[in-house]
């Protein structure tokens, strides 16, 4: 009797040692089930998600950097979301194409979230539209969209970027006579001296459109009043010869001078004896 006990106890006892990690019953303790998870539920199958061809894969460690990289920044800025670096996904020129499509159309349509995914699918932030190749920049500068601006700001567009012909977007906010944007755009650091292609600055501009509010906010943020372009015009130049002439006097009385002399003297002595 007392062998056939012995082999009743030495089964039970092999049962309950703890098997090997080679063994098949270490497949079985998954994490899903240590958990508490029902062996019915399957797991996702990672590899065939990245396969699909509906949107470019990401690089897995691409992504894993970009993620840890997140979460520092948020734990040195505790409450402000950090500026997320442009993921490189593996994707052809022919989805790169098709994302700066659908970013034009989120600009369009003031659709920061499109811009977003467009951004991660590929397109740039800091090149022309396709179609009307402008920057989405300078578009929503043109277009009051601020949230937009915060946006690209965020996502690392430079706030003094140039167009084809030189100007940022500073140049189209004065032009434009907007001293909202003007002051948005200095917040985040647009530089009130930078010129274009032709040597004007943004006080230019808004002499030429005779914008003299404008004018005085830019005098106020530190813009050279005798500035010149490279055909030697400064602010007053601009103004008189557009025939802005109560801001060519007021630019005067504010200490600019036309070193070229004044180009439009016979008009500018007979409108004043007139009035």
Not at 49 to 66: E, G, K, M, R, V
Not at 78 to 107: F, I, W
Not at 246 to 253: E, H, N, P, S, V
Request: net charge positive.
């Amino acid at each position: 009797m007392a062998p056939s006990r012995a082999s009743s106890v030495a089964p039970s006892r092999a049962s309950s040692r703890p098997c090997s990690p080679s063994s098949s019953s270490a497949h079985d303790a998954s994490p899903r089930c240590r958990l508490g998870h029902t062996a019915s539920v399957p797991l996702l199958n990672l590899s065939a998600l990245a396969n699909q061809t509906s949107l470019p894969s990401l690089n897995q460690a691409t992504a894993a950097a970009q993620l840890a990289d997140f979460g520092r920044a948020s734990c040195k800025q505790p409450g402000k979301p950090p500026a997320m670096k442009k993921m490189q996904p593996n994707v052809t020129m022919q989805d790169t194409e098709k994302s700066r499509s659908q970013l034009e159309q989120a600009c369009l349509r003031n659709d920061i979230e499109m811009a977003k995914i467009c951004f991660l699918r590929g397109a740039p932030l800091s090149e022309a539209l396709p179609t009307s190749q402008e920057f989405p920049l300078h578009y929503a500068i043109r277009k009051q969209r601020f949230a937009f601006v915060d946006f690209l700001k965020q996502y690392g567009v430079d706030m003094n970027l140039r167009d084809a012909l030189g100007r940022t977007a500073l140049h189209i906010a004065a032009a434009n006579n907007d001293e909202e944007a003007i002051c948005r755009l200095v917040e985040l650091g647009a530089k009130r001296k930078l010129q274009d292609h032709k040597g004007q600055t943004a006080l230019h501009a808004a002499a030429a459109a005779g914008h003299t509010r404008v004018v005085e906010l830019l005098l106020e943020l530190s813009a050279d009043i005798n500035s010149p372009d490279k055909a030697g015009w400064t602010a007053v130049s601009h103004a008189e010869f557009n025939n802005h002439f109560d801001l060519a006097y007021r630019l005067i009385k504010l200490g600019g001078s036309d070193p070229r002399g004044m180009r439009n003297e016979t008009r500018r002595s007979g409108r004043h004896q007139k009035s």
